[in-house]
């Protein structure tokens, strides 16, 4: 089964930094790849997804996410932080017809 | 937009109370999701179904059944709600391309449930 490994529970940055979350999964398989977000007492809203193509994936709200496949990597990064994007943010990972996400990693923004 | 909407925001309920969560999309959506969310877990998928009448069990559904009559509407119940159960709980909804891949979930809010 797949398992996908969000490091960091909980990140924090000052608003203007860069936002990196990490995100690693274990298929050798390419899956589809997701980042959602998803703010206090609300559902998860999709930020970005990658499928097949072009490995740089531009989301929402200025996110974007790579895909590398050498690395099972999918991290998703923001080059300067707003106070507007602390939340919690999930990747998930959909491989043969199943979904499976990581635990989470909550952003704090700092002013 | 793929809408997905959830019958409460919050419920508060009685230890062995019979609870029902209602989900419903408006995507036409062959698959249809339950997952509960509790702080340092991150989501639990309960149940999921892929078509009418149709469900599979997923990591933790003890205690809970579902019910999918239509292909819009995916109940969750709590046969006996006990105090362990309560969680945020989150219903979605996908599709599926060719049979072996599913698309993004679409989610609804959320349904804050309080078992006392």
């Known amino acids: 089964a797949q398992s996908v490994t969000q490091l960091g529970s909980h990140v924090s940055v000052s608003e203007g930094a860069l936002v990196l979350l990490r995100c690693n999964y274990s298929s050798s398989v390419p899956p589809y790849l997701f980042w959602y977000v998803q703010y206090p007492n609300q559902g998860l809203q999709l930020l970005l997804k990658y499928t097949t193509g072009a490995t740089l994936v531009k989301g929402i709200n200025g996110f974007e996410a790579e895909f590398k496949k050498s690395e099972t990597s999918f991290h998703l990064t923001k080059p300067s932080a707003h106070m507007s994007d602390a939340a919690e943010y999930f990747c998930a990972v959909s491989e043969f017809n199943t979904f499976y996400f990581g635990s989470g990693t909550k952003l704090n923004v700092k002013p | 937009d793929v809408k997905v909407t959830q019958s409460s925001r919050y419920l508060v309920k009685r230890t062995g109370e019979k609870v029902f969560l209602e989900c419903v999309q408006d995507m036409d959506h062959e698959n249809m999701f339950w997952y509960r969310q509790d702080p340092g877990l991150g989501l639990r998928l309960i149940y999921f179904?892929?078509?009418?009448?149709?469900?599979e069990k997923g990591d933790i559904p003890e205690g809970y059944s579902v019910s999918r009559e239509k292909k819009e509407r995916f109940s969750l119940i709590l046969e006996s709600a006990s105090t362990n159960q309560t969680s945020m709980y989150l219903c979605?909804?996908?599709?599926?391309?060719?049979?072996?891949?599913?698309?993004?979930?679409?989610f609804g809010p959320g349904t804050r449930l309080t078992v006392t």
């Open positions: 979605a909804s996908s599709t599926t391309s060719s049979g072996t891949i599913t698309y993004e979930q679409y």
């Open positions: 179904s892929y078509d009418v009448k149709m469900k």
